[in-house]
Structure formats: structure tokens, C-alpha cells
């Protein structure tokens, strides 16, 4: 149980839009818990939580592996932290390149924002996430669209693309 305590850890850290890193263990919860040893994946199943000190992420069902740094998650994804809320359906998690992708719908919520598009990925190392696909973007109440936006989540600065 403990490799997947410390695989979890490291996703959850993944999956973070800040670049502080909680240094609690997570508390990790699923109805149904499994690790492979010889293939280092674990699957979490139904009901599944992650929570840290300042976040908590959930979803229906994850699954990842410690050999190439991969996480895949699917069916109500949600992330809350301070301020920030995100929804998407289907997450996939790529350690190494320091980037998540989010497919079929997503919301972004923050203080007067609210950004829904088809897809979004955000990359940890530059704190840029971007939104592509019927792109609504509802800030101080008006609401705009787009093809493809990319918001700074540090710096609150959107660059668009037509």
C-alpha cells in the first residue's frame, strides 16, 4: 500500500495550479483499492478522493503507473483548491513532460471567472493552461467566446487565439 501512498502523492502534486506542493501525505480514499506490483500501477475505483492540506481532488476512477510517471483518470474529475474549482470528465497525466490534459468538457472556476471549453491541458512549468473547443469565457458577468484562449493561472493574463 505504501508505493501507491507515494505514487498518489506525487499525482496529486501533479495535478496542483500552484506551484507550492503540499507536504502532508495525501489522504486517499476509493471504494476499491488495487496495486500491481510487477507492472508499479494502481487503480482506484469509485468514490475516489485525494485530499491534501489545501486541496482535494476527485473522480469516479484512476488509474497510474510509477514506471512512466502516467496518470489517467475518468468521470467526474473535480480539483478544488482556494480558490479554484475545476471539472472535467477524462484526465491524463504525464509526469515527465510536467503536463495534464483534460478531454471531454471541463469547467475553470476562480473568482468572477468561469472558463468551459471541449478539452484544456495546463503545464505546471509555465502556469499556462489552455482551453480549446467552444470556448465561453464569463468574467465580471459578460460572457465571450472563443476557439482556442490561454489563461496565465499566476499572472491572470489571457492571450487569444483566432
Request: charged content about 25%; some cysteine; overall charge negative.
Given at each position: 500500500m505504501k508505493p501507491i501512498r507515494?505514487?498518489?502523492?506525487?499525482?496529486c502534486m501533479l495535478f496542483s495550479l500552484?506551484?507550492?506542493a503540499s507536504a502532508?501525505?495525501?489522504?486517499i480514499s476509493a471504494d476499491k483499492t488495487k496495486f500491481d506490483p510487477l507492472t508499479m500501477t494502481y487503480e482506484l475505483t469509485g468514490n475516489v478522493r485525494v485530499a491534501t492540506s489545501d486541496r482535494v481532488i476527485t473522480a469516479d476512477h484512476a488509474k497510474?503507473?510509477?514506471?512512466?510517471?502516467?496518470?489517467?483518470?475518468d468521470?467526474?474529475?473535480?480539483?478544488?483548491?482556494?480558490?479554484i474549482v475545476f471539472k472535467g470528465e477524462k484526465l491524463y497525466v504525464n509526469g515527465n513532460a510536467h503536463n495534464a490534459d483534460i478531454t471531454g468538457g471541463?469547467?475553470?472556476?476562480?473568482?468572477?471567472?468561469?472558463?468551459?471549453?471541449?478539452?484544456?491541458?495546463?503545464?505546471?512549468d509555465t502556469k499556462l493552461a489552455d482551453f480549446s473547443g467552444n470556448v465561453k469565457r464569463t468574467m465580471d458577468g459578460e460572457t465571450e467566446k472563443f476557439n482556442h484562449l490561454t489563461y496565465n493561472v499566476m499572472t491572470g493574463e489571457f492571450t487569444v487565439e483566432e
Amino acid at each position: 500500500m505504501k508505493p501507491i501512498r507515494i505514487f498518489l502523492l506525487l499525482a496529486c502534486m501533479l495535478f496542483s495550479l500552484t506551484a507550492a506542493a503540499s507536504a502532508a501525505m495525501p489522504d486517499i480514499s476509493a471504494d476499491k483499492t488495487k496495486f500491481d506490483p510487477l507492472t508499479m500501477t494502481y487503480e482506484l475505483t469509485g468514490n475516489v478522493r485525494v485530499a491534501t492540506s489545501d486541496r482535494v481532488i476527485t473522480a469516479d476512477h484512476a488509474k497510474g503507473t510509477m514506471t512512466t510517471m502516467e496518470v489517467w483518470a475518468d468521470g467526474r474529475i473535480t480539483l478544488m483548491q482556494d480558490d479554484i474549482v475545476f471539472k472535467g470528465e477524462k484526465l491524463y497525466v504525464n509526469g515527465n513532460a510536467h503536463n495534464a490534459d483534460i478531454t471531454g468538457g471541463t469547467t475553470y472556476e476562480r473568482s468572477n471567472l468561469v472558463i468551459k471549453s471541449d478539452n484544456a491541458s495546463f503545464n505546471w512549468d509555465t502556469k499556462l493552461a489552455d482551453f480549446s473547443g467552444n470556448v465561453k469565457r464569463t468574467m465580471d458577468g459578460e460572457t465571450e467566446k472563443f476557439n482556442h484562449l490561454t489563461y496565465n493561472v499566476m499572472t491572470g493574463e489571457f492571450t487569444v487565439e483566432e
